[in-house]
């Protein structure tokens, strides 16, 4: 069945750096979604990416998708305390979607 | 307006116990979930009903059975607790298009711990 790898787990980061969360899925997916969970809540919705290759940012956030649609990233220039959370992608395909282990990001101020 | 809810939020109960943990989505969307995670935060897919029918069951103890009475609600009993099944139950909902399924929009969870 379709698996969703997603490297690192655990992501800590001094306030200001840049860092990088990887998503890899062994099939190809119809599409790839990203998602924030903040400490003590649920996760929330970030972006979706459809097309191969498409590119898509988010004020600090830059969201990737593969050209063979079978991986994505998430690249977070300048960290700020807010960011901190844990950020899950998830790929599509049929009724189901597959989570990523999530990148549980801290960041040293 | 709350979009996904969940009662109750917090679940305290002995092992052995039977509860219920209910769900409700006020989006209109047609397909609701149900997800479980574990303490290391791995989001796993319990089972999902599109249109009040069962079509994600993965593999989940028969303690679990899930209901859903409209497409607005979607409600997880669980019989017999065991400590394992301590975590928080996040249910969700979305539409589907064409076999895809669109945005997933979470409840706060129910955080279940059995002593």
């Known amino acids: 069945g379709q698996q969703v790898m997603q490297i690192p787990q655990y992501q800590h980061v001094q306030e200001g750096e840049d860092f990088t969360t990887y998503c890899n899925s062994s099939?190809?997916?119809?599409?790839i979604q990203w998602y924030k969970q903040r400490p003590g809540g649920h996760p929330v919705f970030l972006i979706q990416?459809?097309?191969?290759?498409e590119v898509k940012k988010q004020k600090r956030l830059t969201f990737q998708f593969g050209e063979a649609k079978k991986n994505s990233s998430l690249h977070i220039t300048a960290t700020q305390t807010t960011d901190v959370g844990t950020y899950f992608c998830?790929?599509?395909?049929?009724?189901?979607?597959?989570f990523g282990a999530g990148t549980t990001v801290t960041v040293r101020a | 307006d709350t979009a996904v809810s969940q009662t109750p939020k917090y679940l305290v109960t002995q092992m052995g116990n039977d509860k219920s943990i209910k769900c409700e989505q006020n989006?209109?969307?047609?397909?609701m979930y149900w997800y479980k995670q574990d303490s290391k935060k791995f989001l796993k897919i319990m089972f999902s009903?599109?249109?009040?029918?069962?079509?994600i069951n993965e593999t989940v103890p028969n303690r679990f059975s899930p209901k859903s009475p409209d497409k607005a609600h979607l409600n997880l009993h669980i019989n017999s607790l065991e400590l394992g099944d301590s975590a928080v139950y996040f249910c969700?909902?979305?539409?589907?298009?064409?076999?895809?399924?669109?945005?997933?929009?979470f409840g706060p969870g129910t955080r279940l711990l059995v002593l």
């Open positions: 969700a909902s979305s539409y589907t298009v064409g076999g895809a399924q669109e945005t997933q929009y």
């Open positions: 099939t190809t997916l119809s599409n």
């Open positions: 990416l459809v097309k191969s290759g």
């Open positions: 998830a790929g599509g395909d049929d009724y189901k979607l597959s």
């Open positions: 989006l209109g969307h047609d397909t």
């Open positions: 009903y599109n249109n009040k029918e069962l079509i």
